[in-house]
């Protein structure tokens, strides 16, 4: 009898034992924390609207992405921009001011950003040039000018955008690597950032995303789409949508083509993204350093490729080059491809774009 009592107790404990590791791991389950999708908007930063998505993230992990876009963006934004100064901080704005005056100390995130133009502009063959600052002005304020009274709406002196153009030579931007500093040489140089800027913050932003070892997330910064790691798993590819410009389709959300990736860009430039419109005609923001003038070769040009800062730059460079050299420049470069839609509404595709479609 003592012997069947102690055989029940041990039954008993090992039953219990049991459901106490049911319950713990019951209660270990229910306080994970739950991964789903969440997305976030910014109004803020390089004038345009910017979202992010991520895929299978908890709400903790997606707070602390959140945090860490939206203090970088800011940053970038800041030190990047042409039209203001900021407390604390030499930006482009302030170096454009103090052109002429010798080297200025400035951040390293600027000395990488501007190395990285002057690489565009050889890879371009001046197609993409940052020094056009004084050119891209006389533009700017005609655009400016034409939102805030159509009708009076007039197009930039030819004289004086070739006036202007005299001091656009990017040899006359000398960057200093080992003491941080910057000088434009030209007192009347003025540095434009804007086919570089927004594309290069975003790869970087990108990149330190990948350091901290996350995935499955989606950066929208205008147009410039940078996919970090895959959507879901190792191999969930993104299918990523390339508008069409061409209103007269009636589509709403309608897509020139659709594209599948891994971690990488997708960013296009079109004229029909900032424009003032004068005799019925509309001019575009993409200038060619050449006429000086929009050229209306194609409605818009999307590049594929890892780095959202290059296909940014691509972007804008084969928008202001003849096809035939577009696709010797696209076919140069490794792991990059190209779409074009040109005015009569017409695609051409690179080599090896089609094995992107789904």
Same mark, same amino acid.
């Given at each position: 009898?003592?012997? *069947?009592?102690?055989?029940?107790?041990?039954?008993?404990?090992?039953?219990?034992?049991?459901?106490?590791?049911? &319950?713990?791991?019951?209660?270990?389950?229910?306080?994970?924390?739950?991964? $789903?999708?969440?997305?976030? $908007?910014?109004?803020?930063?390089?004038?345009?609207?910017?979202?992010?998505? @991520?895929?299978?993230?908890?709400?903790?992990?997606?707070?602390?992405?959140?945090?860490?876009?939206?203090?970088?963006?800011?940053?970038?934004?800041? &030190?990047?921009?042409?039209?203001?100064?900021?407390?604390?901080?030499?930006?482009? #704005? %302030?170096?454009?001011?103090?052109?002429?005056?010798? +080297?200025?100390?400035?951040?390293?995130?600027?000395?990488?950003?501007?190395?990285?133009?002057? $690489?565009?502009?050889?890879?371009?063959?001046?197609?993409?040039?940052?020094?056009?600052?004084?050119?891209? *002005?006389?533009?700017? %304020?005609?655009?400016?000018?034409?939102?805030?009274?159509? %009708? *009076?709406?007039?197009? +930039?002196?030819?004289?004086?955008?070739?006036?202007?153009?005299?001091?656009?030579?990017?040899?006359?931007?000398?960057?200093?690597?080992?003491?941080?500093?910057?000088?434009?040489?030209? +007192?009347?140089?003025?540095?434009?950032?804007?086919?570089?800027?927004?594309?290069?913050?975003?790869?970087?932003?990108?990149?330190?995303?990948?350091?901290?070892? #996350?995935?499955?997330? &989606?950066?929208?910064?205008?147009?410039?789409?940078?996919?970090?790691?895959?959507?879901?798993?190792?191999?969930?590819?993104?299918?990523?949508?390339?508008?069409? /410009?061409?209103?007269?389709?009636? *589509?709403?959300?309608?897509?020139?083509?659709?594209?599948? @990736?891994?971690?990488?860009? @997708?960013?296009?430039?079109?004229?029909?993204?900032?424009?003032?419109?004068?005799?019925?005609?509309?001019?575009?923001?993409?200038?060619?350093?050449?006429?000086?003038? /929009?050229?209306?070769?194609?409605?818009?040009?999307?590049?594929?490729?890892? =780095? =959202?800062?290059?296909?940014?730059?691509?972007?804008?460079?084969?928008?202001?080059?003849?096809?035939?050299?577009?696709?010797?420049?696209?076919?140069?470069?490794?792991?990059?491809?190209?779409?074009?839609?040109?005015?009569?509404?017409?695609?051409?595709?690179?080599?090896?774009?089609?094995?992107?479609?789904?």
């Amino acid at each position: 009898m003592f012997v *069947k009592y102690i055989s029940y107790l041990k039954k008993a404990s090992l039953s219990l034992l049991l459901i106490g590791a049911i &319950l713990l791991t019951s209660c270990q389950t229910a306080s994970k924390p739950k991964k $789903q999708n969440y997305s976030a $908007q910014f109004f803020t930063y390089f004038d345009t609207v910017s979202e992010i998505k @991520v895929y299978g993230m908890d709400l903790d992990s997606f707070n602390e992405v959140k945090k860490l876009i939206e203090e970088d963006l800011k940053t970038y934004h800041e &030190l990047y921009d042409i039209y203001h100064s900021y407390h604390g901080m030499v930006n482009i #704005y %302030d170096l454009n001011n103090k052109a002429g005056q010798g +080297p200025q100390e400035v951040d390293e995130k600027i000395i990488d950003m501007l190395t990285f133009s002057k $690489q565009v502009y050889e890879l371009s063959h001046g197609k993409v040039n940052i020094a056009m600052g004084s050119v891209l *002005k006389i533009w700017h %304020d005609h655009r400016e000018e034409a939102k805030e009274n159509p %009708d *009076k709406a007039r197009l +930039p002196n030819l004289d004086a955008l070739k006036k202007a153009n005299r001091h656009t030579d990017i040899k006359n931007l000398l960057i200093d690597k080992e003491n941080k500093t910057v000088e434009l040489t030209d +007192p009347a140089m003025r540095l434009d950032v804007g086919a570089i800027a927004k594309g290069y913050a975003t790869e970087r932003i990108a990149q330190k995303l990948e350091e901290l070892g #996350y995935s499955g997330i &989606l950066l929208n910064i205008g147009g410039n789409i940078r996919t970090v790691g895959y959507k879901n798993g190792e191999e969930g590819l993104w299918t990523i949508g390339i508008d069409n /410009p061409v209103e007269e389709t009636g *589509k709403s959300g309608a897509y020139t083509d659709r594209v599948r @990736v891994g971690p990488g860009a @997708v960013v296009t430039s079109g004229l029909y993204q900032r424009y003032f419109i004068y005799e019925g005609k509309k001019y575009h923001h993409i200038i060619d350093p050449d006429s000086l003038f /929009p050229e209306y070769r194609y409605l818009m040009v999307s590049i594929v490729c890892p =780095s =959202s800062a290059l296909a940014d730059g691509l972007s804008t460079a084969l928008f202001n080059m003849d096809l035939e050299e577009g696709q010797k420049l696209i076919d140069s470069l490794e792991d990059t491809e190209a779409l074009w839609l040109k005015m009569d509404g017409s695609i051409v595709k690179s080599k090896g774009f089609e094995a992107l479609e789904p």
